[in-house]
């Protein structure tokens, strides 16, 4: 079992930047593959980015590439996801999700594969 809590979502201008962080409470945080999610007013929730257990893989989406970034620290059982130049189309609630596994290498951008997910965190991005 693994319990999600997401922080560090706010109001920025845009250009600005923002950490978001993941807390995770369990003992299969280690091997548990993680991924954010956003899910703007009106829209489908999509996928953002994902990293492996181990940590040596990382995957975005198209339109994040180059400006933000997911990293994982086990020891303080925490993922994060550093933005950069932020845009107002960033706007979103943003999700963290993980899913046990026991494949060090896996990853995924569909939100079903994910077993576990967080309450949620509000990004907005003003122009």
């Known amino acids: 079992q693994v319990q999600l809590v997401e922080s560090g979502g706010g109001l920025v201008q845009a250009g600005g930047s923002l950490r978001l962080s993941c807390a995770a409470s369990?003992?299969?945080?280690?091997?548990?593959?993680m991924g954010w999610f956003r899910q703007a007013p009106g829209a489908v929730r999509e996928f953002v980015a994902a990293?492996?257990?181990?940590?040596?893989?990382?995957y975005y989406t198209d339109s994040v590439k180059g400006r933000f970034t997911i990293s994982r620290d086990n020891a303080k059982n925490t993922v994060y996801l550093q933005m950069n130049s932020l845009k107002p189309e960033d706007t979103a609630v943003y999700y963290c999700?993980?899913?046990?596994?026991?494949?060090?290498?896996?990853?995924?951008?569909?939100?079903?594969?994910?077993?576990?997910w967080g309450q949620g965190t509000q990004v907005t991005v003003s122009s």
């Open positions: 990293i492996t257990w181990d940590g040596f893989g990382t």
């Open positions: 999700a993980a899913r046990e596994t026991s494949d060090s290498r896996w990853h995924g951008s569909r939100g079903y594969a994910y077993n576990y």
């Open positions: 369990g003992r299969t945080f280690s091997s548990s593959a």
